[in-house]
């Protein structure tokens, strides 16, 4: 067999590949990399220009490798070079939105790793060719990466996962990055591991495959329309070889041929074959002789396609795009648009979703079809950020009351990643609002994209919050629970009764937080009136007639030796453990006698009307039934720090120790369940312990998942 590394060109004998259409060159390289050829590098970098054809390249190539994809074509017509061998198929995480952890997570799933940290991957995937598990990665579409645009994924991707696997011998790796990032990758790798195959290089040219590409895009047998330069094979050759060479074989070229042949397919009119002016040399020059053909000044139609080139995510619903357009014009550009589809029909492609979660006017999304058409597009605009900045201020302006519960997905998901690129980001991050409905993957990748020092207090917070908002998947209401407490954590009050207000159906409302370094088991206890120092514990009911104080309960927590406010179990013995006596209602240090503390019996905590349990770093609470086996859940606490001890008074406020501090969160719904005071008649005076479980747990399915990885979709 011929060396994939020495093949001969492709001759008359052999047919192209029946989706890319050439790049023999190329392929015969990827070959040898898949082969193992000796001499063949393990790290192969492919780069290129947008629309260049790197995708479309590596695309054809994994229809190669995939063993079921191959039975469907004729392999022994193809030149043998460029055919890899028949093997396992690879894996291909779908990077395109992701972040580099979620990558790492989808690799891990894939290779059923079983891996708890994201530290812990690339290490057990070096480990599997030990019990026989060939691991051949490849990776495409690497600028897709990340959910916010302008927040540096495929740099980061580059950094934390490519790299780290290619420094790795027993894994074999073929990825397609952007050019700046090529040599990035490759740099540190011993001489021959890694090839870089830039398309747009003179070596990896194909100018037969570019024609090749035409003309078949102007073939009727292949959906063109009957024309005389697409009926005619001798017209439709020229033609198609004109096209290819005003396209040259350097930067788009690829893109540049499939779009000039679609414009001119979709609006013959005017059109003459023969006129070479009117074939274009790159992508901007596509959009450019298109409008003039059209009867359109060029500058209308990049300006109908700016908010597509600035959108984010996948694209934008139907009814946004005349008001954005108009905001990046500052013109109202409504009357264009009357005609602006036929206009821009060539480089948007639809999106249509279902589902009855999705509202009617977002079923329908519009996107440019090829990042390279937006990097044109937004070439010609001369303020980017200023673009931004108008276009943020309209999704402002969209949102009904500025009630982010009622803003369209878009708009909420995806108003950060456009003022993160206008530069107003910070400005945004003062909405409590925003941090509990927008999407936290989303949110938090823009806000991990702004300088710390850039960050008020309460982005601050979100920012310390969003790691266990992305990792439970948590919906918008524990998300506000979660910042309600993460705020009070912070000393920021004000955050929190905000959150309160606009999400009334919060799950728990946080009495008070404070940071104790060490705490550990905590309990609920009542303290007799004339044991307590502190004022509040001197109140009595405002009635004219003369009642008895009630007594007052109180959080005991065990806290290290030193500790402020914290008193020792025995006053006669320095060394002995201490506690941290608080009011239970508003965190306040008493200063008591533990021993006059009075704790509830086991027979009390077994007939309240709420139960709690725990795990390492969650707390349920749920409401028994009448009968065993009738318990529903409450809620679900998660903490982002361990927990190490909890426990419930009567009343149902929540009493939670974390290695970070301890907290006091009053359960809502168990609001109203008992007003009035258990008595704790035969209680036992002691020092705090761990709360039992006092009957079985919910099921597991009513809860947010599990805390663990990061939020991953499945492979």
């Known amino acids: 067999m011929t060396s994939p590394a020495q093949a001969p060109e492709q001759t008359e004998a052999h047919e192209p590949h029946p989706y890319i259409g050439g790049r023999n060159t190329a392929l015969c390289a990827l070959t040898a990399w898949r082969m193992e050829w000796p001499g063949a590098p393990r790290v192969v970098i492919l780069t290129g220009s947008p629309g260049t054809g790197c995708s479309r390249l590596l695309t054809g190539f994994l229809m190669l490798c995939d063993p079921e994809y191959r039975k469907g074509i004729d392999l022994d017509a193809l030149d043998p070079a460029t055919v890899p061998p028949d093997l396992p198929a690879p894996a291909v995480p779908s990077v395109a939105g992701l972040t580099a952890a979620q990558i790492l997570w989808l690799l891990a799933d894939h290779y059923e790793l079983s891996a708890i940290r994201t530290a812990d991957i690339i290490p057990e995937l070096g480990r599997l060719p030990l019990s026989g598990r060939p691991v051949t990665i490849v990776v495409p579409d690497v600028d897709r990466a990340g959910p916010v645009r302008k927040a540096g994924e495929p740099a980061r991707v580059t950094r934390d996962v490519l790299k780290p696997l290619a420094a790795v011998d027993s894994i074999r790796l073929l990825v397609d990055v952007p050019r700046e990032l090529a040599v ?12 870089i195959i830039d398309l747009d290089a003179p070596e990896w040219a194909d100018p037969e495959g570019l024609v090749l590409q035409a003309e078949t895009l102007l073939d009727p047998r292949f959906g063109a329309p009957e024309l005389p330069f697409t009926t005619a094979p001798d017209a439709r050759r020229a033609l198609a070889e004109a096209i290819a060479r005003h396209a040259g074989d350097g930067a788009g070229s690829r893109l540049t041929v499939h779009l000039a042949v679609r414009s001119i397919l979709m609006h013959p009119e005017g059109f003459d074959p023969v006129d070479v002016s009117q074939l274009p040399g790159g992508v901007g020059e596509v959009l450019d002789l298109h409008a003039r053909r059209l ?24 009814h946004l795009l005349t008001p954005l357009a108009s905001a990046v014009a500052e013109r109202d550009i409504s009357q264009d648009m009357a005609r602006g589809v036929l206009l821009a029909a060539p480089f948007i492609r639809t999106i249509e979703r279902a589902g009855e979660s999705i509202p009617e006017n977002e079923r329908v999304l519009l996107g440019l079809r090829h990042p390279g058409i937006g990097e044109a597009v937004r070439a010609g605009i001369p303020d980017v950020p200023g673009a931004q900045a108008r276009i943020a201020m309209e999704l402002l302006e969209a949102v009904p009351d500025q009630d982010w519960a009622k803003a369209g997905a878009y708009v909420r998901d995806h108003i950060a990643g456009h003022t993160l690129e206008a530069g107003l980001l910070p400005r945004l991050l003062t909405d409590p609002g925003l941090f509990a409905h927008a999407d ?65 159906e919060l799950p728990w409302h946080t009495l008070w937080s404070v940071p104790v370094a060490g705490a550990d088991a905590v309990t609920v206890g009542e303290l007799p009136p004339s044991a307590a120092a502190s004022d509040s514990a001197a109140q009595a009911p405002s009635k004219q007639e003369p009642s008895e104080p009630a007594p007052l309960t109180v959080a005991v927590s065990a806290v290290p030796q030193g500790t402020p406010g914290s008193i020792p179990l025995k006053a006669d013995d320095p060394k002995a453990p201490t506690v941290l006596v608080q009011d239970l209602a508003t965190g306040s240090v008493i200063d008591a006698d533990p021993a006059r503390i009075l704790r509830p019996s086991d027979d009390e905590r077994a007939t309240g009307p709420l139960g709690v349990s725990r795990g390492a770093d969650y707390v349920r609470v749920w409401r028994r039934g009448e009968q065993q086996g009738d318990e529903k859940l409450v809620t679900t606490l998660i903490s982002a720090t361990p927990i190490t001890g909890t426990d419930l008074s009567p009343d149902g406020i929540l009493l939670v120790a974390t290695e970070s501090g301890v907290k006091a969160l009053r359960i809502r719904p168990a609001a109203g369940a008992t007003t009035a005071r258990r008595s704790v008649h035969g209680a036992q005076a002691a020092g705090p312990e761990p709360a039992q479980a006092p009957g079985p747990e919910p099921e597991a399915g009513q809860d947010p998942q599990a805390p663990g990885r990061d939020a991953h979709p499945a492979v």
């Not at 908002?469 to 998300?479: E, G, I, K, N, W």
């Not at 905000?498 to 999400?503: A, G, S, T």
């Open 184 to 195: 990035e990758l490759a740099e540190g790798l011993p001489p021959g591991v890694a090839r």
């Open 295 to 318: 009867g359109t000044h060029p500058r209308t139609l990049r300006q109908i396609l700016a908010p597509l080139a600035l959108a984010e995510g996948d694209g934008l619903p139907v």
């Open 440 to 504: 936290p993957v989303r949110l938090r990748a823009a806000v991990e994209a702004v300088p710390l020092e850039q960050l008020d207090a309460p982005a601050r917070t979100y920012l310390r919050t969003a790691p266990l908002l992305t990792r439970t998947q948590a919906p918008a209401v524990l998300r506000a629970a979660l910042l309600e407490t993460a705020f009070v954590e912070d000393g920021l009050p004000e955050y929190a009764a905000v959150l309160r207000r606009i999400v009334p």
